[in-house]
């Protein structure tokens, strides 16, 4: 039995779109921070006589990750049942996304408790198996996802850029807007994308570039590259989102005004004090120094935009193994 604390992480270049869809192999490959425990999730996993399979996320029951499958047979425990319960810390229907934070705490429980003690490499690979995003949650500090080439995806995993300890100041300023589920989940849009998109290919064709820019903006630490690069690159990937058929929009009235006050705060790069992302949903996650949140909840608060609740999140270690 083992169990494992991993928090979410937040992308600054974006994964959008898959080459395998079984395997979550990406067509591109993307570059997040993972986050503190502000946000996290809670998993225990237990192969101890067991007569079915169960799993129960926050108090209800839940499908059965295929992942531990694969976990038992490396393990040479196939025939053990195994029962895991999970919980996250998220403030409930806040729409930020969980499936990373779960994934990395699942497959780091289970592999411990399984006796394997794998490299981080084979950690980042099994994690994606269960949600793409969550291989780079396996990973402390800034992270980067590579594509890889490989049809098995033993080349598609992330590796650490830089530990957290790298840029303490730097957060994700996650702002909850509203409480509505969003409204097509990122599997379904994003296998839509790649299948009608005319834009998918130009934004492919800029990826390599844009991940070796945010590299050089994190390893050196180089505040106003790095929050101009999230902010263009949040718009290219909701404007071929915008490009689908039928189109997608994850983002809504109230995240354009967020977005109307973030350029009046940068002033045209003038003041480059913060960057704006959004993943699947319509919640701003504002990229910016930490004391520099409260001015900015102010200022969107000043704009009209409805904040609900304002979670300040700085860079995080990666996931932990919790004792006792
Ligand atoms: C918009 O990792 O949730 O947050 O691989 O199908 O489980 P699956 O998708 P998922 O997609 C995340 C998409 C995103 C961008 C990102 O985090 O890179």
Redesign the pocket.
Known sequence: MATCVATP???F????G?RDERL?LPVAG?V?MTLDETLASRTTVDFGGFPEDSFVLDGRKGEFPDVIGEIRERAGIARLKARIVSRNNFPPAAGL?S??SGFAALVVAATDAAGLRLSGRDLSVLA?K?????C?SVVGGFAEWRAGKRRDGSDSYAEQIAPARHWRGLVDLAIVLDGARKKM???AG?RQTVATSDLYGARVAGMAAKISECRRAIIERDAPALFALVMRESNN?HAVMLDTWPPISYMNDESRKAVCVIHELVNNGREPVCGYTF??GPNPHIITTRRRTGGIIKALKEGGVKVRRALVCGAGDGPRIVRG
């Open positions: 992480n937040i992308a270049v974006k994964y959008w898959k979550h993307s997040s996304a499936s990373a994606r269960g949600s793409g995003s969550a780079r989940p990122s599997r994003m990937m993943d699947a």
